[in-house]
């Protein structure tokens, strides 16, 4: 019991912050690039704290990696470049639409192909088996989800342009510009999940090196940063390079040394720990629930992603971004939020029909 209740409280610690690690961008400066603020965020996120938690955690971590396969440290890096390209684009999504819709659209396609790329790639035989069938059952109602969430942006995008001080309808010139904007933000929000998804991927070929890891005498939330740390250094080859690209081409790099860059950097900071907590928190609760007869997965699964949905759309809403918008449109939202959650509890029930 007592392994139940520690494994809860760390997945809701890991999901407050893996919805709340956008909310510190909110509080840059309007006039902030883009690239300033999450390229530092980039290098906290992908090299500086795996540099200083792995070491502390993993025993022998230089040994564990000389021992890999050439294949298993290749194919990591490779999907964990694709990981970074989702967070970079996630990053993109929040600059775009919001912190709320940006989670819903991030979360739910990261939820469905998530669930069903592992599978397809190392699991076939159990796609035509129950748990199969109810996995695809889940992924449906989360796709569902999606859907729902993208059409809400939609509508919160025109209830605020008829809704606007102008009484006259917009230019043709001005409505091609603006109307555009939403949808692109709705296609990266989508994207952005798509890529993240490959985090698991990237989890399934890094097997190995968890495994060595523990046994080696690493306890299993420990050993998991191995194969995390290798996967985040794949991120920072395309995360980092991109936000490098951007602050050569917009010539940024001046903002570094500017007055008020401490917050920024702050800020970054912050998001940072925020982002890398959810995963510490996420093996803590994992450990603990798989003690608890492998509860790790069927439990553990359905309580991070479904508060981190919550969590991150509750900071979206507070923060204003639904200020003005028509109720049909927050009515969709709400909607999409709760198939997005009954999706992730029919993944749960299919996790448990797995192992059960």
């Known amino acids: 019991m007592e392994n139940l209740i520690l494994g809860g409280l760390f997945m809701l610690a890991g999901a407050i912050c893996g919805g709340s690690f956008g909310l510190p961008s909110k509080f840059a400066n309007k006039d902030t690039p883009w690239e300033v603020l999450w390229g530092p965020f980039f290098l906290f996120v992908t090299i500086v704290i795996p540099a200083i938690v792995a070491p502390l955690l993993v ?3 230089g040994d564990i990696y000389s021992q890999m396969k050439t294949a298993t440290i290749v194919y990591t890096l490779a999907f964990g470049f694709l990981w970074g390209l989702g967070s970079m684009t996630l990053g993109m999504s929040f600059a775009f639409i919001g912190l709320s819709l940006a989670y819903a659209l991030n979360y739910g396609a990261q939820i469905v192909f998530g ?14 088996t129950t748990p199969g069938y109810v996995t695809m059952a889940g992924v449906a109602v989360c796709l569902i989800g999606v859907a729902v969430a993208g059409r809400a942006g939609i509508l919160k995008d025109r209830s605020l342009k008829s809704d606007g001080p102008v009484a006259e309808p917009d230019p043709p010139t001005d409505s091609a510009v603006k109307r555009p904007k939403i949808l692109i933000g709705l296609a990266i929000g989508v994207l952005s999940g798509v890529l993240c998804a490959c985090f698991s991927v990237a989890m399934g070929h890094a097997g190995p090196i968890g495994t060595k890891a523990i046994t080696v005498g690493n306890p299993q939330w420990a050993a998991a940063w191995a194969p995390v740390t290798m996967i985040l250094l794949g991120g920072a080859v395309s995360a980092c390079l991109y936000c490098i690209v951007q602050l050569t081409r917009n010539k940024t790099w001046g903002h570094f ?4 860059v401490g917050l920024v950097l702050l800020l970054a900071a912050a998001m940072a720990a925020l982002h890398n907590g959810a995963l510490f928190f996420l093996f803590l609760g994992m450990f603990r629930l798989d003690a608890e007869g492998g509860l790790g997965l069927p439990v553990g699964y359905p309580i991070f992603m479904s508060f981190a949905i919550i ?10 971004e639904w200020k003005g918008a028509s109720r049909q449109s927050v009515h969709w939202i709400v909607a999409g939020i709760a198939l997005l959650i009954a999706g992730v509890c029919v993944l749960g029930l299919a996790n448990w029909l797995s192992i059960k």
Do not use: Q, W, Y
């Open 311 to 320: 969590v991150g759309n509750v900071h979206g809403f507070r923060t204003g």
């Open 257 to 260: 040394a500017r007055p008020g």
């Open 59 to 61: 025993k022998d971590l």
């Open 115 to 128: 669930s069903m790329m592992p599978m397809l790639i190392f699991e076939r035989d159990k796609v035509l």
